[in-house]
C-alpha cells in the first residue's frame, strides 16, 4: 500500500529538549511539507521541499529545522527554541508537475505535548 | 493574515438532508480551491476540488460551487449520512505558491 507514514502517533517532550518526528513516503513524491495544527485554527506550513538536497521556510519555521537526505523521508526536529511546541504536526506529499501543491497526502499525523 | 476563512465553525445537519459548507478567499490570486476532510487523530483526506475556470464540480453526493465575483465557494453534501461528520477544511492555491492556504474548518455533525 502507498502512503505516508509518521511516527510516533504520540510524543511527549520535556522542557529544553530536541525532539524529531519522522515521515516517510512511497508514493514517489517529489515534494513534501511539514503543517501544524493547533486547535481552531487551520493547517500553517512550518517547512517544505520540493526536491531531495533543498528546503524552504514556511510561515512559521522559527524554532523547527529539517532534512531532505532521501526522497522518501523529511523528518522534522521541534528544537528547545520553539517555545509552544504542542500542537497536531501533520506529513504531506504531493507530485511534482505543472502544481506542485495540488492534492497533498497527508499522514495520520503526530501529537506533540510538553511535559 | 487569513486569506482563506470559514467563518462557521461548527454545523449539525439531520441525517439525509443537505449540508452545506462555506469558505471565502480574500486574495484574487487563488484559481484552484480544494476541500479535505479530517477525522480526530488522523490526516486529512482529499475529498473534491475546483479550477476557477469552472463553477461548479460534482463527485458523487458532493459537490462544490464556486463564485469568483463573490470570492466564495461551498461544499454541498446531499444526502449528508453519519459517517460524513469530521472536519471539513477548505484550501486554495495559485500558480507559483509552494503551498496550499488552509481556512480553520467546520466541524460537521450528522445526526442520525
Known amino acids: 500500500d502507498g502512503g505516508i507514514t509518521q511516527s510516533p ?5 520535556k522542557e529544553g529538549q530536541n525532539v524529531t518526528l519522522s515521515c516517510e513516503q512511497n508514493l514517489n513524491h517529489d515534494a513534501m ?9 487551520g493547517l500553517r506550513l512550518i517547512y517544505y521541499s520540493q526536491i531531495v538536497n533543498d528546503f524552504q521556510k514556511g510561515d512559521i519555521a522559527e524554532g523547527y529545522s529539517v ?13 528547545s527554541a520553539q517555545k509552544n511546541p504542542t500542537a497536531f504536526y501533520l506529513c504531506a506529499s504531493s507530485m511534482q ?12 499525523g503526530t501529537q506533540l505535548s510538553v511535559l | ?26 486574495n484574487s490570486m487563488f484559481d484552484y480551491f480544494l476541500w479535505y476532510k479530517k477525522y480526530p487523530a488522523e490526516g486529512p483526506t482529499f475529498l473534491i476540488s475546483i479550477s476557477s475556470i469552472k463553477d461548479k464540480n460534482e463527485d458523487g453526493r458532493f459537490t462544490v460551487f464556486l463564485n469568483k465575483s ?7 453534501i446531499v444526502p449528508s ?10 484550501a486554495a492555491t495559485f500558480r507559483g505558491a509552494n503551498n496550499l492556504f488552509f481556512g480553520t474548518g467546520t466541524r460537521l455533525t450528522v445526526i442520525p
Open chain 2, 81 to 90: 449520512q453519519p459517517g460524513d461528520s469530521a472536519v471539513y477544511f477548505c
Open chain 1, 97 to 108: 508537475g505543472r502544481r506542485t501543491n495540488e492534492k497533498l497526502f497527508f499522514g495520520s
Open chain 2, 70 to 76: 463573490a470570492k466564495h465557494l461551498s461544499l454541498h
Open chain 1, 9 to 13: 502517533k504520540y510524543l511527549f517532550r
Open chain 1, 67 to 79: 532534512s531532505r537526505e532521501k526522497k522518501e523521508s523529511f523528518p522534522l526536529t521541534v528544537t
Open chain 2, 1 to 26: 493574515d487569513q486569506q482563506v476563512k470559514q467563518n462557521s465553525p461548527s454545523l449539525s445537519v439531520q441525517e439525509g438532508r443537505i449540508s452545506i459548507l462555506n469558505c471565502d478567499y480574500t
Open chain 1, 33 to 41: 511539507y511539514w503543517y501544524r495544527q493547533d486547535p481552531g485554527q
